[in-house]
């Protein structure tokens, strides 16, 4: 089983640039697909991006050109960089897992998540 925590989250002002890292636990981190979602007060929880094990990526339309997610297998780690924040980017972002190790739109499709870090961006 992995365990997930995410990092880096905090208040910045509209047209700034955070990155958050969420660290795994275990063995196998390299076959995992990572993803980073997000869930907004009042919306659901929506995918912003995702990588596969292979290094392929997706992201939401929202995000393109603006996000970039990664990850570095030797520190377990998947990093998404926020570059030109946005107020409606305010929301907690959560970082999550899937066994199948792609890089799914699919909020079912993942088997572990993280506890959420706050992004907040003001106008």
């Known amino acids: 089983q992995a365990k997930l925590v995410e990092s880096g989250g905090g208040l910045v002002q509209a047209g700034d640039s955070l990155r958050l890292s969420c660290a795994a636990s275990g063995r196998t981190f390299n076959t995992y697909g990572m993803g980073w979602f997000r869930q907004a007060p009042g919306k659901e929880r929506e995918l912003v991006a995702a990588i596969g094990s292979g290094g392929s990526t997706n992201y939401a339309d929202s995000v393109k050109g603006r996000f970039t997610i990664s990850r570095d297998n030797a520190k377990n780690t998947v990093y998404l960089q926020m570059n030109s924040l946005k107020p409606e980017d305010t929301a907690v972002y959560y970082c999550?897992?899937?066994?199948?190790?792609?890089?799914?739109?699919?909020?079912?499709?993942?088997?572990?998540w993280g506890q959420g870090t706050q992004v907040t961006v003001s106008s």
């Open positions: 999550a897992a899937t066994v199948s190790g792609s890089g799914s739109y699919y909020e079912d499709d993942y088997n572990y």
